[in-house]
């Protein structure tokens, strides 16, 4: 409805700018971010230099117009899968292999979108603060799997320091709040007791996603969801948050390589070690 309330120079400007990205796409899968060129686009349209800037300011403002898709392409993805997902009876753990699988498939079939998302950084190059909520959007549906989990000794640690990280940085409890509601509040605790520790993480915006950095925190107290969230049990959004963060890093290791073609050779195929991955993570978190 509202492409058909455009007028024809609106139209036609979108039109424009969608070839451009997909030349500029083709230019990625051929060789990589730094091989992207707004002259060699706009020479293979038939359009001078000054004119392609018309629709793009720079290479940088086009790398920020093809990253923020991607994301937004991912995420639409992820959010699909955990929907079929949860129609069902399945448990946790089930519902972890489908959002795995539902990661990996669009990877491989988007390669050169992911590796522009999740590879190596563009020279030069710093994305915009808001693919920061994009990349969380990919990740946020793994969130309330981890909420309802009972983490063992061997994630112990991690949730502590994402306790930290809560408590320093009221959006991280927002956006865990926004795909597990039911991981916040007074009554949101699991498992066995645990202090925050004193080192937390943050995370910034990057070209390559939400990365997880060293950074000061404040008390555990402050994070005004209340302290008997993690009082005589594991805060149900600090578990969340670890699961989700130890998810990532799983599937970023797992994906990342097999889509950079370093699987090649070997015997086993990509989504039984992405599989045996997502069977560890959950006994760690003991879902069901």
């Given at each position: 409805m509202e492409r058909a309330q455009q007028g024809p120079r609106a139209r036609y400007r979108e039109q424009t700018r969608a070839e451009i990205k997909n030349l500029a796409l083709?230019?990625?899968?051929?060789?990589?971010?730094?091989?992207?060129?707004l002259t060699r686009i706009a020479k293979e349209m038939g359009l001078s230099g000054p004119a392609l800037y018309r629709y793009f300011a720079s290479r940088d403002d086009l790398l920020s117009a093809l990253i923020r898709d991607a994301y937004d392409d991912a995420a639409a993805a992820m959010a699909r899968a955990a929907a079929r997902s949860a129609r069902g009876s399945r448990g946790?753990?089930?519902?972890?292999?489908?959002?795995?699988?539902?990661?990996?498939?669009?990877?491989?079939?988007?390669?050169?979108?992911?590796?522009?998302?999740?590879?190596?950084?563009?020279?030069?190059y710093v994305a915009p603060a808001d693919t920061l909520e994009r990349a969380r959007a990919v990740l946020g549906p793994f969130l309330p799997l981890f909420a309802a989990g009972k983490p063992g000794p061997a994630v112990a640690g991690?949730?502590?320091?994402?306790?930290a990280?809560?408590?320093?940085?009221?959006?991280v409890g927002a956006w865990v709040a926004r795909y597990a509601p039911d991981a916040v509040g007074p009554d949101?605790?699991?498992?066995?007791?645990?202090?925050?520790?004193?080192?937390?993480n943050v995370v910034r915006a990057g070209q390559t996603g939400a990365v997880v950095e060293a950074g000061a925190v404040g008390e555990p107290e402050a994070d005004g969801r209340g302290g008997e969230a993690r009082?005589?049990?594991?805060d149900r959004a600090a578990s969340a948050l670890a699961g989700a963060v130890l998810a990532w890093t799983q599937l970023h290791g797992s994906v990342s390589l097999e889509v950079a073609g370093q699987f090649a050779g070997m015997a086993h195929r990509g989504g039984t070690l992405l599989g045996a991955h997502m069977e560890l993570l959950a006994d760690a978190f003991g879902l069901e």
């Open positions: 083709r230019q990625l899968a051929e060789g990589g971010g730094g091989a992207l060129a946790g753990r089930a519902r972890l292999h489908d959002l795995a699988a539902a990661y990996r498939a669009w990877a491989i079939a988007e390669p050169h979108r992911y590796l522009l998302i999740q590879g190596d950084p563009v020279p030069g991690t949730v502590e320091e994402m306790a990280w809560l408590a320093a940085d009221e959006t949101a605790k699991a498992g066995e007791a645990g202090e925050a520790g004193e080192a937390g009082a005589g049990g594991v």
